[in-house]
């Protein structure tokens, strides 16, 4: 197997592992910033509220709110972490730190919110009790919903520009983005809850009936269960390894198709190291007749070609190897 491209591509310095250092960019900062400065004022009222009252809804959603201020810090910390550049011990980069610390968020939400919010509602179903002020809670709730919406609202102008032409369900699939889309998960569960909060305290003031208080804490669990299953499940595909798009990988096709020099693609190996550092490894076979330094032209173009049409594939290794032999090492024929 002959790897001409790296030789090509290390004189332009894009091997080095200093030079490749990912910044996160502003809007997605900035999604995650005014999800904390509107989850943290939502915890503290809610929390006198539940104090005051004496309703467990409340108290989950005070848990809740908190439990998401959290997870915007770790969201933020996993940000900065993995925007640090590639070194010795991680020549790939740190990118897919964000990952690990958005599966800590789902398992956060499971564990602590939706835990306390079952607990919470199991305990007043065994010992009920009347609720006072009632209207404090209302107050609270209209207040958390104008803060939540307003974050929800940051997060999801920043998912409709990156989700371009794609609908929204297969955008949210297809995301490699868990700063945002977390973001926007968790501001629609906490909107869904403060619905379940008003639902349950609205029905026990009209039947005088704490039940309902209690009924809505526990649906409020299951809605942040739901949420952090999803959550996960979207997370640990990008922790193993996702590829690029197929829009993507199509478009790469398509630009090494159009090289005369190339007789067919063998392989086109992508993976997201961050949501834009995508690594990609091509094997390339080659028309017999054309020199080496025809191969080594043909790379370099490809490469600049690649990278000026999708800035977010950070690192290309290219294979020059007959497609036979390709074929018989796939199928690990020696």
Request: hydrophobic share 50%; net charge negative; with cysteine.
């Amino acid at each position: 197997m002959q790897t001409i491209g790296q030789l090509v591509l290390r004189n332009k310095g894009l091997f080095f592992p200093d030079s490749i250092q990912l910044k996160p960019k502003t809007g997605r900062i900035w999604v995650v910033l005014a999800a904390i400065i509107a989850n943290a004022l939502i915890a503290v009222t809610k929390a006198v509220a539940s104090a005051v009252t004496g309703s467990a809804a409340m108290l989950s959603e005070a848990v809740h709110s908190i439990v998401d201020t959290s997870n915007q810090i770790l969201v933020l910390w996993g940000l900065k972490r993995s925007s640090r550049p590639a070194d010795d011990k991680h020549p790939f980069g740190y990118g897919m730190e964000l990952y690990f610390w958005t599966f800590v968020v789902a398992i956060l939400i499971f564990a602590i919110g939706a835990g306390v919010s079952l607990y919470a509602g199991i305990s007043k179903i065994r010992d009920p009790h009347e609720l006072s002020d009632l209207h404090i809670n209302y107050f609270v709730l209209g207040f958390a919903l104008i803060f939540e919406a307003s974050a929800w609202t940051v997060a999801f102008r920043e998912f409709r520009k990156k989700k371009g032409n794609m609908g929204y369900f297969k955008a949210f699939k297809s995301s490699k983005d868990p700063a945002v889309f977390t973001v926007l998960f968790e501001d629609s569960a906490a909107i869904l809850g403060l619905a379940a909060a008003f639902i349950g305290l609205l029905l026990t003031q009209l039947t005088g009936n704490p039940i309902y208080d209690a009924a809505a804490s526990i649906a409020i669990a299951i809605i942040l269960g739901c949420a952090a299953a999803l959550l996960a499940f979207e997370t640990k595909g990008l922790l193993i390894g996702e590829s690029a798009s197929s829009e993507v990988i199509a478009g790469i096709r398509k630009l090494v198709l159009r090289e005369s020099n190339i007789l067919t693609i063998n392989e086109i190996l992508t993976m997201h190291l961050g949501p834009e550092d995508i690594l990609l490894n091509i094997s390339i076979d080659f028309h017999d007749t054309i020199s080496a330094g025809a191969v080594e032209r043909t790379i370099s173009r490809l490469e600049n070609q690649i990278k000026e049409e999708y800035p977010e594939v950070a690192r290309i290794f290219i294979e020059a190897q007959n497609w036979r032999a390709h074929e018989e090492s796939a199928n690990g024929i020696e």
